[in-house]
């Protein structure tokens, strides 16, 4: 009796399969856990199979279109942080301005160091105390 043997899946489709387990979106350390080895993600990136968003912040490019990425990319990168002041309006469409940057607020001494991104703007740092 013979064992039906699987074929040997490329290492591009087994990464695709992890971008596809997490809506087409992975940070480098994610891709890291799901087994896919950095040279590989790179030249996923430089033969445009996926794109790279963001430092460290990697997209599979036949992944649905995102409709707001720059919200994607703070969620992603900042997930404490709040969408507020004009960014938040043109999200939920009530306003007619664009904003030219991403407002948001942060609780008070987190990550002010990886918020210093173009197009990203620290409206306020705030003091959240429990209730």
Request: charge should be positive; glycine fraction near 6%; aromatic fraction near 6%.
């Amino acid at each position: 009796m013979k064992k039906n043997k699987k074929k040997p899946r490329n290492k591009f489709e087994q990464a695709k399969d992890a971008f596809r387990r997490s809506h087409g979106i992975l940070r480098t350390g994610e891709a890291l856990e799901a087994g896919i080895h950095p040279r590989t993600l790179y030249t996923m990136r430089d033969e445009g199979i996926v794109e790279q968003m963001n430092r460290g912040l990697f997209r599979l490019v036949d992944a649905s279109p995102l409709g707001n990425p720059d919200l994607v990319n703070i969620a992603l990168k900042i997930p404490n942080a709040v969408i507020c002041l004009v960014s938040a309006l043109a999200f939920h469409n009530m306003t007619t301005q664009v904003p030219h940057d991403v407002y948001i607020a942060i609780q008070k001494g987190s990550m002010e160091h990886t918020v210093q991104k173009r197009h990203w703007l620290i409206v306020s740092s705030i003091e959240i105390s429990s209730v």
